[in-house]
T-cell receptor, first 114, second 113 residues
Framework: ETGVTQSPTHLIKTRGQQVTLRCSSQ?????VSWYQQALGQGPQFIFQ???????GRGNFPPRFSGLQFPNYSSELNVNALELDDSALYLC?????????????FGPGTRLTVT | GDSVTQMEGPVTLSEEAFLTINCTYT??????LFWYVQYPGEGLQLLLK?????DKGSNKGFEATYRKETTSFHLEKGSVQVSDSAVYFC????????????FGQGTELSVKP
């Protein structure tokens, strides 16, 4: 059983650019959630994807968008990057349908916007 | 809205000391409660959870009891080790909100030999 993987590990972008982050869910999981963790803070929910559709969204602007693919992997896209977008982006997968909301996290992608 | 508040860190303890990290929550309905741990350079790992009032979650010597009357879910361990040094996050979720986790700000624990 493979865990949640994310790529890239680190990247540096310039303000105004666009970025795509990738996540492969844990084997057997059908739901992917994305979180933004600013330095010294707890993760903030961005959105969740289930069956290739957005299934809940946090308080993030539309320039944060995502996709889920038939193999349940996912992408997070951020347009018009701002300095405040610098953070650790965490992906979490789970199996929708269980009684619990247990999510399994990947190691994250560290994004720096200059 | 729903929220989680944790005691501020960093918390510095000597090995074998008793640990308490306070966590309180504000939420309507009946949330599930979680403790996650984040080791340096890694993602979050679920440490323990409780899904209803008076449930006790436990794992690796850590325990937390879901107290609805005080809206608390304090993390405890009787004897900490250097390897427990990490950042600990308290979180809640509600089943009808698509699995969205709401986290506290995290408490850094440093255990000295």
């Amino acid at each position: 059983e493979t865990g949640v993987t994310q790529s890239p590990t680190h990247l540096i972008k310039t303000r105004g650019q666009q970025v795509t982050l990738r996540c492969s869910s844990q084997s057997g999981h059908n739901t992917v959630s994305w979180y933004q963790q600013a330095l010294g803070q707890g993760p903030q929910f961005i959105f969740q994807y289930y069956r290739e559709e957005e299934n809940g969204r946090g308080n993030f602007p539309p320039r944060f968008s995502g996709l889920q693919f038939p193999n349940y992997s996912s992408e997070l896209n951020v347009n018009a990057l701002e300095l405040d977008d610098s953070a650790l982006y965490l992906c979490a997968s789970s199996w929708k349908g269980q009684d619990s909301d247990e999510q399994y996290f990947g190691p994250g992608t560290r994004l720096t916007v200059t | 809205g729903d929220s989680v508040t944790q005691m501020e860190g960093p918390v510095t303890l000597s090995e074998e000391a008793f640990l308490t990290i306070n966590c309180t929550y504000t939420a309507t309905g009946y949330p599930s409660l979680f403790w996650y741990v984040q080791y340096p350079g890694e993602g979050l790992q679920l440490l323990l959870k409780a899904t209803k009032a008076d449930d006790k979650g436990s794992n690796k010597g850590f325990e937390a009891t879901y107290r609805k009357e005080t809206t608390s879910f304090h993390l405890e361990k009787g004897s900490v080790q250097v390897s427990d040094s990490a950042v600990y996050f308290c979180a809640l979720s509600k089943y009808n909100q698509g699995g969205k986790l709401i986290f506290g700000q995290g408490t850094e624990l440093s255990v000295k030999p």
